[in-house]
């Protein structure tokens, strides 16, 4: 574990696990590192991974400042500077898919090969109207009810079924995972204004889109699309796992996603 200082005055929390060639994974909304530990050992074995909570969220510094994908590209750069790296593979679950996508645009020599996970090029009517809804949640329940209701969205019911604490929140719990409900409607805001549709054909990272067929967050018609629109893209659906399929799905997304990076 260990924190890195950015020029702002801000600090991300980063770790490091295993050896080989660098991967960044780069985690969703909750901005949590520890996304990843279902699939962080297997990885290990293969990679050098790079983790961080993003700010505003876990252990990373939690001031309101402007948050936008941009913004949250500019952490992940930094930390690549910090390490001493000029480029890594990355792989992005959801908003870390958009931070992907803006990378890999922006800065396409930072990348070498890109995995663009349960996420979207731009928001679709479907997608701006969830958003609404779990914003007024939040507003108006509080994190507890926010953070049960979201897990019906991001779960498919059998793991639901099978991991009941999931909506079983208590509010000291919730308040420790959303300390700043503000911080996570900017957040959300953040993510609505994501749109690289008309620039997706300028990536040049090998890419790979995956998704599930059931994902209620990003509908599979999104990562599709994303399989279309940049050049020589491959393109996974698998048939279930919610949107939280590399949790669901692990060993599968592990497969998928080390024989895509060393291929």
């Keep these: ?18 050896s080989g060639s660098p991967l960044l994974l780069v985690p969703g909304l909750g901005g949590l590192a520890e996304f990843w530990n279902p699939v962080l050992p297997a990885l290990a074995e293969r990679f050098t991974v790079i983790l961080h909570d993003h700010r505003g969220c876990g252990r990373s510094s939690q001031e309101r400042i402007d948050f936008s994908i941009g913004q949250m590209a500019g952490d992940v750069l930094a930390l690549l500077d910090h390490l001493g790296l ?34 979207w090029a731009a928001p679709d009517a479907y997608f701006e109207s969830l958003f609404a809804t779990r914003s007024a949640i939040l507003r108006a329940g509080g994190p507890a009810l926010y953070l049960q209701s979201s897990a019906l969205m991001l779960y498919p019911p059998w793991w639901i079924r099978d991991h009941p604490a999931l909506v079983t929140i208590t509010e000291e719990a919730a308040r420790a995972r959303v300390p700043d ?17 008309a620039d997706l054909h300028r990536v040049t990272a090998p890419t790979l889109a995956i998704g599930a067929r059931d994902d209620m967050v990003a509908p599979a018609h999104l990562s599709e699309a994303l399989g279309r629109l940049v050049g020589g893209a491959e393109t996974l659906i698998l048939p279930d796992g919610g949107h939280f399929f590399p949790i669901t799905r692990a060993d599968r997304f592990v497969r998928a996603v080390a024989g895509f990076l060393e291929g």
Excluded: C, F, N
């Design 86 to 119: 000029e480029k890594a593979h990355l792989v992005g679950h959801s908003t870390g898919g958009a931070v992907g996508q803006t990378i890999a645009l922006d800065h396409p020599g930072r990348l070498d090969r890109l995995v663009l996970s349960g996420t």
């Design 1 to 18: 574990m260990a924190e890195l200082r950015l020029a702002d005055g801000g600090h991300l929390h980063y770790e490091l696990a295993g």
């Design 181 to 197: 409900p503000e911080i996570l409607l900017a957040r959300i805001a953040a993510i609505l204004r994501h749109d690289r549709l």
